[in-house]
């Protein structure tokens, strides 16, 4: 073949050559791309810990926290301990705080007022109601309600005066009962009410 027909040739075939040049390239650009992916991959898988990171140490069954040592400290008879005043008495003792004795409240609340002054934990709330209740200014009420002329609206209030001083006058007549389970102080006090109590 002459030097004419093959460089007619060569240039005949060399945009085909220069074609599958292309798809090569971009073929080889996937691969890369691809290869690049993986390498990427292996890296990070090598840095990774090759064991499972270690679980938190465990805290020994013997430990105690602060709180539970605090509450360890404080003893027993502290954390249990009742309160100052007895459940009963409570609503004897708002009274007494508010000094809001009246006829109503002592008919309803009388028969605890004496049952408290048997026992140790309830006698002052009992003490303090008496005193309250026999001071002058409840007692002249008393005897002044006693001494009014009966209509519709005062025969209620009336029957409640006398029941009070039923109860009060049954009080001086159990005396002994009560004073024999006081202390020193607590019969000098119960005396001056007794006394009082039987001026109405």
């Given amino acids: 073949m002459s030097r004419v027909s093959k460089a007619s040739e060569s240039s005949r075939s060399a945009p085909m050559n220069m074609k599958n040049l292309l798809d090569l390239m971009k073929n080889s650009h996937k691969d890369v791309v691809e290869a690049s992916k993986k390498h990427v ?59 809001s004795w009246d006829l109503t409240k002592l008919t309803i609340h009388f028969a605890v007022i004496k049952a408290g002054l048997l026992e140790e934990h309830r006698r002052a709330v009992s ?38 001083v039923e109860n009060l006058r049954e009080l001086c007549n159990e005396s002994e009962k009560y004073k024999e389970k006081m202390n020193g102080q607590e019969q000098k006090q119960f005396k001056k009410l007794i006394k009082r109590i039987k001026s109405i």
């Fill in 41 to 99: 991959i292996r890296h990070m898988s090598s840095q990774a810990p090759s064991s499972p990171a270690a679980p938190a140490p465990s805290v020994p069954s013997n430990s105690v926290s602060a709180t539970t040592k605090q509450l360890v400290s404080i003893p027993l008879a502290t954390i249990f301990e009742p309160t100052d005043i007895d459940p009963l008495m409570i609503p004897i003792a708002d009274i007494n705080s508010s000094r």
């Fill in 127 to 164: 003490l303090a109601a008496l005193e309250l209740i026999t001071a002058s200014k409840f007692v002249q009420k008393l005897t002044a309600i006693l001494k009014e002329v009966p209509d519709i609206g005062g025969d209620e209030r009336q029957e409640n005066a006398r029941k009070c």
